[in-house]
């Protein structure tokens, strides 16, 4: 039983922590920066998102949500954010 415990209390965790009310920009975006880089930068394939223009972030937020944009993963981690989630994180990112 004890193999099951663990990540059952982890899991339980995890969707209260999903199910909090807005986190703010500056916490959602911590999980940017691991893929889109140091600063924001970009490395690798992934593109900077840092100084990226507000509106042009919620276009492509709202787009990979709807799988109207192509992505390898931005579909993924777009569904879990709220439109305002997207207003907040595009104005965070538009002043780095
Ligand atoms: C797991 C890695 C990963 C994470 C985490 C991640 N991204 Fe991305 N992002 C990518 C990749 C890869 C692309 C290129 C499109 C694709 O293949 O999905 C991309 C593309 C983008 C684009 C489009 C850039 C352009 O000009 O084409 C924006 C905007 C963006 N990400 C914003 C964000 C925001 C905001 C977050 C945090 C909520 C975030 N990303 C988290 C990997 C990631």
């Known amino acids: 039983m004890k193999g ?6 982890l ?3 995890l969707m209260a922590g999903s199910a909090m009310a807005a986190p703010t920009a500056e916490a959602i975006a911590r999980n940017c920066v691991v893929c889109h880089g140091p600063k924001e930068a970009g490395q690798l394939e992934i593109p900077k998102i840092a100084n ?3 509106r042009k972030m919620v276009e492509m ?9 192509e992505a390898t993963i931005m579909d993924r981690i777009a569904k879990s954010l709220t ?3 997207i ?3 595009a104005a965070h990112f538009a002043s780095q």
């Open 4 to 9: 099951i415990t663990i990540p059952v209390a």
């Open 11 to 13: 899991a339980v965790t």
């Open 52 to 54: 990226y223009p507000a």
């Open 61 to 69: 937020l709202t787009g990979f949500r709807a799988g109207q944009k």
């Open 83 to 85: 439109d305002e989630q």
């Open 87 to 89: 207003q907040a994180l």
